[in-house]
């Protein structure tokens, strides 16, 4: 399966051997897009137990670490989120590991036509899983939670927050508008340019990168925001979007130069 997976890739070996998606090739691939699934459906719950329970603080007291005291329960009346005993700051993690799920699982169960393997699957899913159990220790931990201040909300969860909202908004709608125009036959083989697209070309990367950077300045602070935004950006700059150019390139050749001239910007609109 991976061998045709790879059939239609046009790019170098050492392009695909950076890249967890195959491009090119429609194959179906249950197993592994189940396991992608089951796999950060995991995560609320594996975010759950920290931000309740202090899952794995034992650890991190056992290094002389101070964590934060639960808070005081939210209350709004309604039972289920009620029923979590989250205090309010923390119930606004939970709902961000929540949300990075359900976009993900949409992406994966109905916007996504690229073959995806169990591996890939599980490497992608623990890859995420990471980066919310970071962001959930680092809120726990006194000496680098946000959670700093006595007020609610805290200014690093409201500009986190916003960060978070727009960029996980913009990676979906923007992966919805290109799916629209692929799922249209009269437009195979075409270059999507239009929507969010018509902003920076790889838009949903960029989004990826702002929300990840909300959720971390949410979490740890302005520092972290900064730090792993700036993780990210390079990451994306560096590895995605020239293996994706490269992709890119050879698949709709013209088509792709006319797009690059019309919208200059790759990750960020008017950054970069």
């Known amino acids: ?25 429609y194959t179906s691939t249950p197993f592994g897009k189940t396991t992608f699934f089951l796999t950060r459906a995991l995560d609320p719950f594996i975010q759950y137990q920290i931000l309740a329970h202090g899952a794995g603080t034992g650890l991190l007291h056992s290094v002389g670490l101070r964590t934060l005291s639960p ?21 606004a993690l939970f709902g961000m590991a929540v949300g990075s799920t359900v976009k993900q699982n949409i992406w994966v ?6 073959p995806m393997t169990v591996k890939n699957s599980l490497i992608i899913g ?13 809120f726990l931990i ?20 916003t960060l978070y ?11 919805i508008q290109r799916k629209r125009f692929k799922s249209n036959p009269r437009n195979k083989g075409k270059v999507y340019t239009g929507g969010l697209w018509a902003w920076a070309r ?27 935004g700036a993780f990210f950006f390079y990451d ?26 019309q919208t200059k910007y790759r990750l960020i609109p008017y950054i970069y």
């Open 1 to 25: 399966m991976a061998d045709s997976a790879r059939a239609n890739d046009p790019r170098s070996e050492a392009s695909k051997e950076k890249d967890l998606i195959s491009r090119g090739d």
């Open 71 to 91: 808070g005081l329960p939210t209350q709004t009346g309604i039972s289920a989120i009620d029923a979590l005993g989250l205090s309010p700051y923390r119930l």
């Open 109 to 114: 169960a109905f916007l996504s036509g690229e």
């Open 126 to 138: 623990a890859f995420n899983s990471f980066f919310n159990s970071l962001a959930s220790y680092a």
């Open 142 to 161: 006194r000496a680098t939670s946000a959670s700093t201040e006595s007020t609610f909300p805290q200014p690093a969860l409201l500009v986190g927050g």
């Open 165 to 175: 909202v727009t960029g996980i908004l913009t990676e979906l709608v923007s992966e």
């Open 202 to 228: 790889h838009i949903n990367y960029g989004a990826y990168t702002v929300w990840r950077a909300g959720y971390a300045l949410a979490s740890g602070g302005w520092i972290m925001g900064g730090v792993l």
């Open 236 to 261: 994306f700059a560096n590895r995605g979007v020239p293996i994706l150019n490269e992709y890119c390139e050879k698949r709709y050749g013209e088509d792709w130069d006319k797009f690059k001239k």
